[in-house]
């Protein structure tokens, strides 16, 4: 049985004007051990989509339908105490922008030390001990855990996040935007970082970024999201070898490539379409160079291409 | 051969520290953080000059400090471009002299040459010249005021500066300017509020305030770095447009060295308030030659799993610029170190005709 089954997930946020349809019905599934990349555009759903996982969806957030089964237990009905032991112990997060996830206040060691305390029997000591471990761990002198956040540099303040995302050996965690706000060099580090963290620890990971080519250095698996939906899904190889959606092919060739041809990278003309009314048959539609009228009408479903290679687009045929 | 519309020299902005009261007392040396020390390039007309640099490292100081926007503490930058008439021209010239900013002999040899010392300018003719010399910003969403509304955001360069005969003139500005950044058509966008148009569209009214004062020259800071990229070559192309249409000059700043890759004409590298290395763009990133730039190109994430490159990832951060290291300021991070490198700072060693380095590996004396 997979870590990680989300099927049909559904999460909706109730707004002034209505329903805004943020996650529309995505399935995937994550191994042990292994690292699912989640890419689109902003306002794709996909940091909704992980919110989602771990239940810390805004007030007007709901998850409107669908399973979340993780571990044997549907994340989506999970409330209460039973949730809150999950949290952070079997899933951790690490927050897009590190510099504001850190309390100020407070000193970096104690920030990690509280989610130790609070899900295992262990005295300060202990806690403290395990802190410096998981200091060494992420590349930070241990001697800095009674440092505050302000005295690290943004990248160290990354890898505090990272240390606390491993506080409870979980067995999942969920990057938003590890990298967004660092420097290339740093961005270098990080996800070498989490990298070796996944193989030595036998992490699973779900990394959430706008940028494939990070994902294409990190993660084995890919996902493209695309106004709620998951457009496509497969190996990451497979993905950027042989693309078949048509925003798939417009976001690889979206990216400058500095290693090969000097030209000017393709663009996706046109925005994502409003999701609170979204437009009959394929989102994509108004912005896809392929799109006929079937796709004003229909809605294409996500279907095998080729093995264990999902897109969903009217133009993609099942090829064994 | 094109000329030179900009030349910067010895550029430097330094920011003294502030000491507390103890520390005078113990009249210790005033401290500075040097963001800028010592930069020298020259862009070319209609030519897009690169910056490419770790955040820190002074690159939007430089930019900043080429329109005044800070004050540069050295060194110098001219300008040989549309700006000021013959007779401000002159009449800024007599001034410096006068303030004995310059001497006679040189004062006339630029304005002979119709160069503009644009250090050395007063403040009122520097706000006149800076018509033509203007910034566009970074962050899209932070640089528009969310209360006033397009048409007012890109008025507002009209209203400051004095210029349009009457509202129906500046309306006709606008509009057209509007239409050059591609907001299009321009009565569907004028009336309404940042928040209502998409990342990309605030960019281009980003772009719209600059170009409503016909710029020739444009200092481009991040322009695309918030953007989602899918849209980013759409801004980039619409800027190597608006260079064919209107014969405009960039000074581009970014950190990303794939945009650099594809957009610019010559790139300069810079680390801690210096450029380490400069030259034609496809020659810098096929063939770097100074140790920082080969770091950088190799961590750039390559868009494809298949490419598996060697990344030269370099430890630790970078120092601060209160705290420059002696010699070579990149030696504490440099894997090729020598012992000379920790006392004496290298100088631009030449390594084709248009490309140099300032790195003791590729200097002669080093090897001797």
Not at chain 1, 61 to 77: L, P, R, T
Not at chain 1, 93 to 109: D, E, T
Not at chain 2, 222 to 231: A, F, G, K
Request: one cysteine or more; glycine letters at 6%; a positive charge.
């Amino acid at each position: 049985m997979a870590l990680l089954e989300v099927n049909d997930l559904r999460t909706y946020f109730k707004t002034q004007e209505g329903t805004l349809k943020a996650v529309d019905g995505i399935d995937f599934n994550l191994e042990k051990g292994q690292a699912m990349g989640l890419a689109g555009e902003s306002g794709c759903g996909k940091t909704t989509a992980a919110l989602s996982i771990m239940k810390l969806l805004p007030a007007n957030g709901y998850i409107a339908g669908g399973k979340i089964n993780f571990m044997g237990q549907d994340m989506a009905k999970v409330t209460g105490d039973k949730l809150r032991a999950i949290r952070w112990r079997d899933i951790s997060i690490i927050f897009q922008g590190a510099m504001n996830a850190l309390n100020p206040v407070k000193r970096v060691g104690d920030q990690i030390v509280e989610p130790i305390l609070l899900h295992e029997r262990v005295d300060e000591e202990v806690a403290l001990k395990r802190v410096k471990e998981l200091f060494e761990l992420v590349g930070i002198n241990p001697n800095r855990i009674r440092e505050y956040p302000h005295e690290f540099s943004g990248g160290m303040r990354q890898r505090v996040m990272i240390a606390m995302a491993l506080a409870c050996r979980p067995k999942l965690v969920i990057c938003d935007e590890p990298t967004t706000a660092l420097d290339v060099m740093i961005q270098a580090q990080i996800l070498q970082l989490l990298k070796n963290l996944q193989s030595e620890l036998e992490l699973a990971m779900i990394i959430i970024s706008h940028d494939l080519s990070v994902l294409a250095e990190t993660c084995e698996l890919l996902s493209i999201m695309y106004a709620g939906k998951i457009v496509e899904r497969s190996s990451a190889v497979e993905v950027f070898a042989n693309p078949q959606h048509p925003y798939t092919k417009g976001l690889i060739a979206a990216f400058p490539n500095i290693k090969g041809e000097r030209r000017m990278p393709a663009s996706i003309a046109g925005n994502p379409p409003n999701l609170i009314n979204p437009p009959k048959g394929c989102r994509f539609s108004d912005r896809c160079y392929m799109a006929q009228a079937i796709c004003k009408e229909k809605e294409p479903p996500l279907i095998e291409v080729l093995p264990a290679h999902f897109a969903a687009c009217h133009f993609v045929q099942p090829r064994r | 051969m094109p000329k030179d519309l900009l030349v910067v020299k010895d550029l430097q902005v330094w920011f003294p520290v502030r000491r507390g009261f103890v520390e005078s007392l113990a009249s210790k040396e005033q401290r500075f953080v040097k963001a800028v020390d010592g930069v020298s390039f020259n862009i070319k007309e209609r030519e897009i000059f690169c910056l490419v640099g770790e955040s820190g490292c002074g690159k939007t100081t430089t930019g900043k400090a080429i329109l005044r926007l800070v004050e540069p503490t050295g060194g110098n930058v001219k300008y040989a471009g549309p700006g000021l008439s013959k007779a401000l021209m002159s009449e800024a010239a007599n001034q410096a002299v006068q303030k004995k900013l310059t001497s006679v002999k040189d004062a006339q040899a630029d304005l002979a040459a119709g160069i503009i010392d644009v250090r050395k300018l007063r403040k009122d003719k520097m706000k006149k010249l800076r018509q033509k010399m203007q910034m566009i910003f970074q962050d899209p969403y932070e640089s528009l005021n969310p209360k006033q509304s397009i048409y007012d955001i890109v008025a507002e360069p009209l209203v400051v500066n004095n210029l349009g005969a009457n509202e129906a003139d500046r309306e006709k500005r606008v509009m057209k300017a509007l239409d050059d950044a591609g907001l299009r058509p321009p009565k569907d966008f004028m009336w309404r509020y940042p928040h209502e148009v998409s990342g990309g569209q605030r960019q281009r009214v980003g772009i719209a305030g600059a170009l409503v004062l016909d710029p020739a020259f444009l200092v481009a800071d991040e322009p695309v770095s918030m953007l989602d990229v899918s849209i980013r070559s759409e801004i980039l192309k619409l800027m190597l447009d608006l260079r064919e249409k209107k014969g405009l000059t960039y000074l581009f700043i970014t950190h990303d060295l794939g945009v650099a890759y594809v957009f610019s004409d010559r790139i300069g590298i810079m680390y801690l308030g210096k450029i380490v290395e400069l030259g034609p763009t496809e020659e810098v990133i096929k063939g770097p030659r100074h140790p920082y730039t080969k770091a950088l190109i190799s961590v750039v994430p390559k868009p494809d799993p298949r490419m598996k490159t060697e990344k030269i990832i370099l430890k630790g951060e970078r120092p601060d610029p209160a705290h420059i290291p002696p010699g070579c300021r990149f030696h504490p991070r440099c894997p090729y170190a020598m012992p000379v490198c920790k006392v004496k700072e290298p100088s631009p060693t030449f390594v084709s005709q248009e490309h140099w380095v300032s790195c003791w590996l590729e200097s002669g004396e080093a090897k001797k």
